[in-house]
């Protein structure tokens, strides 16, 4: 295998865990609000103004918050199933080991 044909053929491996279209589309929205938010001076702004905004970022926490339990769920999912999958390759590999060992038992008679 030639170098140049590894560089060219990247392996890209992605985690998938499944958010929806919609999902990604209300982060990236929360995400660009946040942004432009932030960059608001706080100058001449009222105290009533100040108390909806902190209201608005605590309901976009909320979300965030949400979005992260979700992930987490599924990333639960994924480390159990994970796990589940090596347990059983370690038991047929233990099936098998002992099948090899009696008919290595069996060639001895």
Not at 21 to 31: A, F, G, V, W
């Amino acid at each position: 295998m030639i170098i140049g044909d590894i560089m060219d053929n990247k392996i890209q491996t992605e985690l998938n865990v499944g958010f929806s279209e919609e999902e990604k589309e209300d982060l990236e929205k929360l995400i660009t609000e946040f942004k432009g938010k932030q960059s608001l001076s706080i100058s001449g702004m009222t105290l009533e103004d100040v108390q909806n905004q902190v209201r608005s970022m605590g309901e976009r926490l909320a979300q965030l918050s949400e979005m992260l339990l979700k992930f987490d769920t599924r990333l639960k999912s994924l480390y159990t199933i994970s796990r589940l999958s090596y347990q059983k390759s370690e038991d047929m590999n233990e099936r098998i080991d002992a099948i090899i060992n009696s008919i290595r038992g069996m060639k001895n008679i």
